[in-house]
């Protein structure tokens, strides 16, 4: 039932916190809070269980009968990827619920009850290993954003929500079709109508169905992640969102693009993901190069935070069809590194506007003088965003280089340019923003304690990720090692 409680917690939560905010304000985000906690440390409770539990391919599981008769059910499952995600989907969750607590001050419950189901859809997507299920959950999460950046979004708000809308249902759509293919195929080649993750596994096709199923799962999760030419909902997304929002969004929705690739679409159509592998690869390239570049062009805060996402999210696509042990466990880490550092930056942008009112770094400068702590920890986020060592975000990108020189020397070769383009728009935000003369004369408030702390657990994480990852790799190589055997098929 722990499993099932992970999701059902936000979701009571949600409605008890717009139920409670037509008498007070302050209590729906206690309430927001607390249950994000208890799910925080559920999830914990789960990772210090099962820290030694082996080669188990599952940790948990709850499986109910839903719609039998289509081979419909209620079926959860978690291993160490999905465990690692669950952590940082909370943890994240924690850090919204903080981050928001004054800027939220319109329709205070109804925002609380949009972030809790975004939360208890993302757990429902890492959870899920029922494709129907799976497909549901991936649905939850999209009405929800919406809601948030078009409600309590800026000033393009409602562009932007449409956008981001219309490009993730047009896409899930895809993936539907995709998921009715694959259903259809395995009751042709069995009889047995199911939507279950493991029956469905090496479900016997044309290697041209397979190609083509193959790239509707691709396409949807593509646009999630973002890969380049699919990415173009993100920016105008990050601008306009509320700062959870953006942090929800980088934090978290990209990975849940980047989990449907290495659950669904390498272990379900290994033969095809192995074709199409270097076209994958070579566009994780273009999407390091071409966001890192973009980045250094902006001049809106959020806009070049955003562009970093494309670049850093690249990585993980490289790292994912690279696939061999260092850069599958690159991927990861820097799935969770980029969700951490990238989160922080859109937090302190966040408090940033909040004071100032402007995103544009065109009206700073000099605000390290007025701000050192919000000025400082902008810094350190920025030097973990390209890659300083001993922070996490260089263990991912790292070992995902290192897997990738394994297989094509030039693709990594072009990789670590993105790593340098990014040691340019990380310094560039920090020297327009915060370094040189106060021209502007600002006079703000620096980090109140509540976005100290929010700050400290960020940099303590990072810094913990950065020097001992051991624990977060021990916890993924079992289901590593799953996903390696299924795909053996290449």
């Known amino acids: 039932m722990i499993l099932l409680w992970l999701i059902l917690i936000p979701l009571i939560a949600g409605v008890l916190a717009w139920m409670v905010a037509r008498w007070s304000a302050s209590a729906a985000r206690w309430v927001a809070l607390i249950a994000v906690l208890i799910d925080f440390v559920l999830a914990l409770s789960l990772w210090i269980g099962n820290f030694h539990a082996g080669l188990r391919t599952w940790f948990e599981q709850a499986d109910w009968a839903w719609i039998p008769q289509f081979g419909i059910r209620f079926h959860l499952a978690l291993d160490g990827l999905s465990l690692l995600l669950l952590m940082l989907t909370f943890f994240l969750g924690i850090l919204s619920v903080l981050a928001s607590w004054n800027e939220i001050t319109k329709a205070v419950g109804f925002f609380h009850l949009n972030l809790l189901w975004i939360l208890a859809g993302i757990a429902g997507v890492f959870l899920a290993v029922n494709l129907f299920l799976f497909y549901f959950a991936w649905e939850l999460m999209l009405v929800p954003m919406y809601f948030l950046i078009s409600i309590w979004g ?209 009206r700073m400068g000099g605000l390290w003088s007025t701000a050192p702590r919000l000025s400082g920890a902008t810094l350190f986020f920025a030097l973990a965003s390209l890659g300083l060592p001993g922070l996490g975000d260089f263990v991912g990108e790292f070992l995902v280089l290192l897997g990738t020189y394994k297989v094509s020397i030039v693709l990594a070769a072009l990789a670590t340019v993105g790593v340098l383009f990014a040691t340019f728009y990380a310094l560039r935000l920090v020297q327009r923003a915060f370094q040189g003369p106060n021209t502007h004369d600002w006079r703000i408030v620096d980090l109140v304690p509540r976005e100290g702390l929010v700050v400290a657990l960020m940099i303590v994480t990072l810094l913990w990720l950065g020097l001992y990852p051991r624990p977060v790799l021990d916890t993924f190589q079992p289901a590593m090692a799953r996903l390696e055997q299924l795909a053996s098929g290449r």
């Open 154 to 362: 800026h000033e393009n708000r409602v562009y932007a929500a449409v956008k981001f809308f219309l490009f993730t249902q047009l896409s899930g759509l895809l993936m539907l079709i995709a998921i009715l293919a694959l259903f259809f195929l395995h009751y042709h080649a069995t009889g047995v109508y199911t939507f279950e993750y493991e029956q469905l596994l090496g479900t016997a096709m044309a290697p041209s169905t397979e190609m083509w199923i193959m790239l509707g799962f691709f396409v949807a999760f593509a646009v999630k992640l973002p890969v380049v030419v699919l990415h173009t909902w993100l920016p105008d997304a990050h601008t306009e969102a509320p700062t959870a929002g953006s942090v929800i969004l980088a934090g978290l929705l990209l990975k849940t693009g980047a989990y449907g690739m290495l659950r669904f679409v390498v272990p379900l159509f290994p033969h095809a993901a192995h074709t199409f592998a270097p076209v994958a690869m070579a566009l994780g390239v273009a999407g390091i190069l071409y966001g890192a570049i973009l980045a250094f062009g902006q001049t809106d805060l959020k806009r070049l935070v955003a562009y970093t996402s494309v670049s850093h999210l690249g990585f993980v696509l490289l790292g994912i069809f690279a696939w061999n042990d260092l850069a599958l466990q690159g991927a990861v880490m820097t799935m969770i590194c980029h969700g951490i550092s990238t989160g922080a930056l859109f937090i302190l942008v966040g408090a940033l506007q909040y004071r100032i009112h402007s995103r544009e770094m065109v």
